[in-house]
């Protein structure tokens, strides 16, 4: 039951109904219980594993108000981690000594991080410990977040489920508004890239030069567009409830340098790393281990550490260690050039700001290529067909040839029938030149705020609602073709 399916729509109608109407003492647990049900419909035989990382969390948290806080904090940040790189690289040791891989329960990645953020904010003090094992849980285990995140800050999150909660008119609007522009995401952009991309990956040796680089920029735009939608979602369940949760994007594609790119790109995640990897290793005193020699890591060594992590925690295999790599190498890259010719002015040439987020996107877009590789099905794909695809942006850019398998890709992945390829290709144009609209909007227009406050300022604010609705029915009937995504989101399997 994904967030984009129409049973999904019937539970959340059914859970805000009867959430919305019951007693405060009464709203947290049975949205608990509601959260379990959606858990146990996605993956019945990991609900066990979920709710023990809950029971953990919350004994561990109990415990940093005892004697014994910094045993309680490592304890629980050390257990957490283990049970998360058990769950995440166990099958790299499958078939030796005849160990069979165990499978990783649905966004134990995103649960596990909250968990860590909440016992290391407790410890600090900057939120309270939790009492209660139901909201501690709730925290956790929210349905809205619990497979594909946004990850939440318990600080921010854990005293509105202490709140009383009632069907508000104008938060529902704005979750509607949400929902709408996240479902468009979703289901008629997301979706319909799809359906080229699962074409060209697996075949890109049969594939020209501009296949293969359409290829690449349609993916970097499918996981662009399925991420941030399926969070929108997220936040408009959220609203519809009562509660607020973060912001995940925020038009990234417009950053000028990855330093912009990362403040703007899975926000959470990346304001997650900052605060509890790279703060900690800038900080951390090393006079007592190097005698003195060195106080501070560098920062150079910080940056890398948490782009080779970040590479490392989307999974173990080369590609992803490579896309890790990348991204360390761009963000080294920007500092060596600003202390070599000096930070760029913040005034710059229009022409200077469209070349440096061409830039951006084009290196984001060959990191993509790695990060698709490695998504693919264990055993299909390898490093090699990433730096293999790369390769075939060489050849084959004879123009015939193009247009003969811009045709023949979406003939073969979509219905075989010449008037579906052309409707397939201005759909997704039309679907695209809306999509990318809306976020230069938002980044120009206003500045960046939430996407709902964005979409009701808009002057012809009707036409597009209706653009929407149009387009997301259109994308749930080509669906029907089956290619739709039946998964929980492109990054749940993380």
């Known amino acids: 039951m994904s967030l984009q399916s129409f049973g999904f729509f019937g539970f959340l109608l059914v859970v805000a109904a009867v959430y919305l109407h019951l007693p405060r003492r009464v709203q947290s647990p049975f949205l608990l219980a509601a959260s379990w049900v959606f858990y146990a419909l ?4 990991m609900l066990g594993v979920t709710i023990a990382i809950a029971v953990f969390t919350w ?3 109990r415990a940093l108000a005892g004697p014994h806080k910094t045993a309680a904090l490592r304890v629980g940040v050390v257990g957490l981690l283990g049970i998360l790189a058990f769950f995440k690289y166990n099958g790299a040791f499958a078939g030796l000594a005849g ?9 134990i990645s995103f649960y596990s991080f909250a ?7 407790a410890a600090r003090g900057d939120c309270e410990v939790e009492p209660s094992f139901i909201r501690c849980a709730l925290f956790l285990n929210f349905f809205a977040t619990v497979t594909q995140g946004p990850i939440c800050r318990a600080g921010a999150l854990l005293p509105q489920f202490r709140q009383e909660h009632r069907f508000d008119a104008a938060r529902t609007v704005r979750g509607l508004r949400l929902m709408a522009l996240g479902l468009f995401k979703l289901v008629a952009v997301s979706d319909v890239l799809g359906v080229l991309v699962d074409e060209v990956f697996p075949h890109y040796q ?4 501009p296949m293969l680089l359409l290829g690449a920029v349609a993916y970097t735009l499918q996981l662009y567009f399925n991420f941030s939608g399926y969070s929108e979602v997220a936040r408009a369940v959220g609203l519809f409830l009562g509660l607020e949760l973060p912001e995940n994007f925020k038009t990234p594609f417009f950053a000028t340098n990855f330093s912009g790119f990362w403040s703007r790109w899975h926000i ?3 304001s997650w790393l900052q605060d509890y990897l790279f703060m900690p290793l800038a900080w951390a005193d090393l006079s007592g281990v190097t005698r003195g020699r060195l106080q501070r890591l560098p920062a150079e060594v910080c940056v890398f550490t948490v782009f080779f992590v970040s590479g490392f925690w989307h999974g173990n295999t080369l590609p992803f260690v490579v896309w890790g790599l990348l991204q360390a190498c761009y963000r080294l890259g920007e500092e060596l050039l600003h202390r070599r010719f000096g930070k760029p002015k913040k005034k710059a040439p229009a022409r200077v700001v469209r070349a440096k987020r061409a830039v951006v996107f084009a290196l984001w877009t060959v990191s993509m290529v790695f990060f698709r590789v490695g998504s693919a099905p264990a055993g299909t794909l390898t490093v090699g067909d990433a730096f293999g695809y790369l390769a075939g942006w060489f050849r084959g850019w004879a123009p015939a040839r193009f247009a003969g398998e811009l045709y023949s890709a979406v003939y073969t992945a979509f219905y075989a029938n010449t ?3 052309a409707a397939y290709y201005v759909f997704l144009a039309a679907v695209l030149v809306l999509a990318f609209y809306l976020d230069t909007r938002r980044a120009f227009t206003y500045k960046n705020k939430p996407s709902e406050i964005a979409l009701a300022g808009e002057k012809h604010r009707w036409a597009v609602y209706y653009l929407l609705v149009i387009f997301l029915l259109a994308g749930y009937i080509m669906q029907s ?5 039946a998964g929980f989101g492109m990054y749940a399997g993380f």
């Open 115 to 121: 968990a860590i953020a909440y016992l290391i904010d």
């Open 206 to 209: 049969n594939y020209g030069g």
């Open 481 to 485: 073709g089956g290619f739709g995504n």
């Open 268 to 270: 959470s995640f990346s």
């Open 42 to 45: 996605a993956m019945p035989s």
């Open 59 to 61: 004994l561990c948290g």
């Open 419 to 421: 008037l579906m390829v």
């Open 99 to 107: 160990w069979q891989a165990v499978a990783m329960p649905l966004g």
